[in-house]
């Protein structure tokens, strides 16, 4: 029961720098097992930076990190790819190979991870991923030039889903996504949380995805999380930049939006 109540990822006294520039400077978050977590913050905070000390990519200056109950900055080779197994990572703009199909994508950490697995099940386990994601099973052969926008954001999903993953990293999903296919991006997301009982770690500047889907929401700011909460939590932060962000016209029409389907879905259930 205690291991369950352990965050799922914990950082504390995180700094990380380039040269003289200092991106975090004792940086702690929590991330609670099961939930979605959005990271917001101004441009250049720290946000991507942050996930790629979390998953092994940005070695810190100092501070501890554990996932999963181990410390992931003293794992050795073997432990650090039994770690790496159990997470899932859409990186910015989806980054799938663009010398390689949509199926193709989903069997690179297959492949990587489970080298003796025969081509047929390679096949099966993409074409199960790629509609996991709501893309149609002919787009598995297509190369992510001939997908829209949207389209390769699912792709990236599925490739970051191809193990079978309890922890999904997500940087920016929807950014470059019109309003309709942001949505449709935030409800897959939420349906997938629930249905494989995974833990989000979503960095985001969308307020919409905030209140559609986020359980708590950690805002960076000062190289620190200066807040961890609720939405209506933080809006009773007094803290310029939160009331900013939320309080904004952004955030208000965000909210009102919320509002509005509330207030439509209640019309229907009567
Ligand atoms: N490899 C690197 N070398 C030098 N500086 C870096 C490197 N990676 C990130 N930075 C710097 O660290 C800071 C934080 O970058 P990061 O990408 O984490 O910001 P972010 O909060 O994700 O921003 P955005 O919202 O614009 O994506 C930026 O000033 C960036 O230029």
Redesign the pocket.
Known sequence: MAECDEPIIRVRGLK?S??D?I?HDDLNLDVRRGEILGVV????????????SIIGL?PPDTGEITVFGENALSVDEAEATAMRKRWGVLF?GGALFSTLTVAENVQVPLREFYPSLDQGLLDEIAAYKVVMTGLAPEAGPKYPSELSGGMRKRAGLARALALDPQLLFL??PTAGLDPIGAEGFDALIKSLHKTLGLTVFL?T?DLDTLYAICDRVAV?ADRKVIAVGTIPELLAMDHPWIQEYFNGPRGRAATAAVKRNKAQQEAGAV
């Open positions: 990380n380039f040269g520039q991106v913050g101004g441009s250049g905070t720290g946000k991507s930076v942050l996930m790629r940005q910015q940087d920016e960095i500047h960076l």
